[in-house]
C-alpha cells in the first residue's frame, strides 16, 4: 500500500540556516504530494503542493520538488527564521478520493 | 472565510465512558474527514465522507467508534466505550467536492482516556 516516510526529529537549527526535511514516499499510483505544518496549538494548514513528477512546490520561502525517480518530496528553506519552529508532514494523496497519507511528522525547533 | 469548526477542543474521560466531537466544516464543503493522531505519529483517516454519505470508513473501529454527517454539514464523531489507547486528537477536515482541492483542517480535539 502507499505510504510516507520523513527524517526522525527533532530538528534544531539557528536562526538563518539551510533546512532540509526528507521525505520519501510509496504510491501505487501517481499521486499529488503535500506539506502540510502544525504551528504549536493549532490546526494543520497547507504549506506547499506539488501534482506530478517534477514540478515544484513553494511557498513562504519553502520549496519541495517532485522527484519520481528517487520517490521524494525534501522540503528546504534557504534561511530558517525562529517563526518557522513547528511540525511539518509530508504526505500524498490522490485527486480522485481526497484522502491525504501522512508520514509521521518532523519538529523543528529555530532557536535564535 | 470561516474554517473548520470543532468542539469540544479538549477532553479528559475514564476508560469504558463515551465522548462525542463535533465539526462544523467551511460552508460548501461537500467532503468531511475525521482523522486521528496519536502523539508522535502522522494523522491516520478514520471516515470519509460525501454530503451525508459514507466514502471511505475502512480504518474505523467500528465496535467501538461512530460518525454521523445528518442532512450533509456538521458531523459528530462518538466513541464508547473509550479505551486507552484512544488518547489521541481528533481532526476534522473538509474539502470541495472537485478532484484536487485542498483539504483544510480544524484545530483539533484533544482527547486523554484515564
Known amino acids: 500500500g502507499d505510504s510516507v516516510t520523513q527524517m526522525e526529529g527533532p530538528v534544531t537549527l539557528s536562526e538563518e540556516a539551510f533546512l532540509t526535511i526528507n521525505c520519501t514516499y510509496t504510491?501505487?499510483?501517481?499521486?499529488?504530494l503535500f506539506w502540510y505544518v502544525q504551528y504549536p496549538g493549532e490546526g494543520l494548514q497547507l504549506l506547499l503542493k506539488?501534482?506530478?513528477?517534477?514540478d515544484k512546490g513553494s511557498n513562504k520561502g519553502f520549496e519541495a520538488t517532485y522527484r519520481k525517480e528517487t520517490t521524494s518530496f525534501h522540503l528546504e528553506k534557504g534561511s530558517v527564521q525562529v517563526s518557522d519552529s513547528a511540525v511539518y508532514f509530508c504526505?500524498?494523496?490522490?485527486?480522485?478520493?481526497?484522502?491525504?497519507?501522512f508520514g509521521q511528522g518532523t519538529e523543528l525547533s529555530v532557536k535564535p | 472565510e470561516a474554517g473548520v469548526a470543532q468542539s469540544p477542543r479538549y477532553k479528559i474521560i475514564e476508560k469504558r465512558q463515551s465522548v462525542a466531537f463535533w465539526c462544523n466544516p467551511i460552508?460548501?464543503?461537500?467532503?468531511l474527514y475525521w482523522y486521528q493522531q496519536i502523539l508522535g505519529q502522522g494523522p491516520k483517516l478514520l471516515i470519509q465522507?460525501?454530503?451525508?454519505?459514507?466514502?471511505?470508513d475502512s480504518q474505523l473501529p467500528k465496535d467501538r467508534f461512530s460518525a454521523e454527517r445528518l442532512k450533509g454539514v456538521d458531523s459528530t464523531l462518538k466513541i464508547q466505550p473509550a479505551k486507552l489507547e484512544d488518547s489521541a486528537v481528533y481532526l476534522c477536515?473538509?474539502?470541495?467536492?472537485?478532484?484536487?482541492?485542498?483539504?483544510?483542517f480544524g484545530e483539533g480535539s484533544w482527547l486523554t482516556v484515564v
Open positions: 504510491a501505487t499510483g501517481y499521486p499529488s
Open positions: 477536515a473538509s474539502s470541495e467536492a472537485v478532484p484536487g482541492n485542498t483539504i483544510y
Open positions: 460552508s460548501g464543503h461537500a467532503t
Open positions: 504526505a500524498l494523496g490522490y485527486n480522485q478520493g481526497g484522502k491525504l497519507i
Open positions: 506539488a501534482t506530478k513528477a517534477d
Open positions: 465522507f460525501q454530503n451525508n454519505g459514507v466514502v471511505d
